[in-house]
């Protein structure tokens, strides 16, 4: 599965906060998108989850501060405002495809990488 990481913290069409990041039982959910007002749709995490392989892709100085924010490790309630945090799949990998400046903050200080992601910059 291919994703995007947005500077807002939006993960394909998984927005921050927003009830869909509930979901368990639907494969596909509408979301309203309420700074644009539109409505979109989005696969759920659990079918994401399911992947066997998640490739993230993040490009830009703008999206810097989602990529830190996503490795990270801060307590689980703050997952909700950044779904990039709850993309963990089952039993494939998870691997992040940057450029500089979307990376740019990673390495600023110890930031701690899963065994179940990678990093390719």
Partial sequence: ?????????????????????????????????????????????????????????VAGSASSDAVYSAFKHDNQQDSRKLPAKLISPEEGELVWYMDKAAASKLFKEEVHIDKRSQLVS
Avoid: C, F, Y
């Avoid at 599965?1 to 939006?10: I, Y």
């Avoid at 959910?29 to 700074?35: I, L, P, Q, T, Y």
């Avoid at 979109?40 to 993230?56: C, D, E, H, K, Q």
């Fill in 1 to 57: 599965m291919l994703l995007g990481l947005e500077p807002n913290g939006r993960v394909g069409s998984l927005m921050p906060d927003h009830p869909v990041l509930d979901e368990t039982e639907k494969w596909v959910a509408s979301v309203e998108d309420r700074e644009k007002e539109t409505i979109r749709v989005t696969l759920t995490l659990p079918v994401i989850n399911s992947s066997s392989n998640i490739a993230m892709v």
